[in-house]
């Protein structure tokens, strides 16, 4: 593998919640290459920053992106997290109404 990639681990993490919201540490640090304890770290900070919202199920954790959220860096802070989920071809579990991007709005 490369010594480098386009994206970060943040990224990765987040892109491995919005595949499957119901993943375990384990199955994250293996799919992205990192240790459980720095999922754990990233996954507070999306969580911290309101990318991210964690529920408790049974002995799990269920995550929810918040597909409003806005890209950290000055270059890509006008697009939304839900923009980079789905250029990737990965869903945020964001719905649009029928009719278009905004129910009741004229097209």
């Not at 049974?58 to 997290?81: D, F, M, Q, S, T």
Request: with cysteine.
């Amino acid at each position: 593998m490369a010594s480098w990639t386009f994206l970060s681990n943040h990224a990765h993490v987040l892109l491995c919640v919005a595949a499957d919201p119901d993943r375990t540490l384990h199955d994250i640090a293996e799919h992205v290459g990192i240790t459980e304890r720095g999922v754990q770290l990233i996954l507070a900070d999306l969580i911290a920053e309101g990318y991210l919202e964690r529920e408790r199920v049974g002995r799990r954790n269920h995550y929810k992106i918040h597909p409003e959220g806005r890209l950290r860096h000055p270059l890509e802070a006008h697009h939304r997290v839900a923009d980079l989920v789905e250029a990737l071809g990965l869903d945020t579990g964001e719905r649009v109404p029928p009719g278009g991007a905004e129910a009741g709005s004229p097209t």
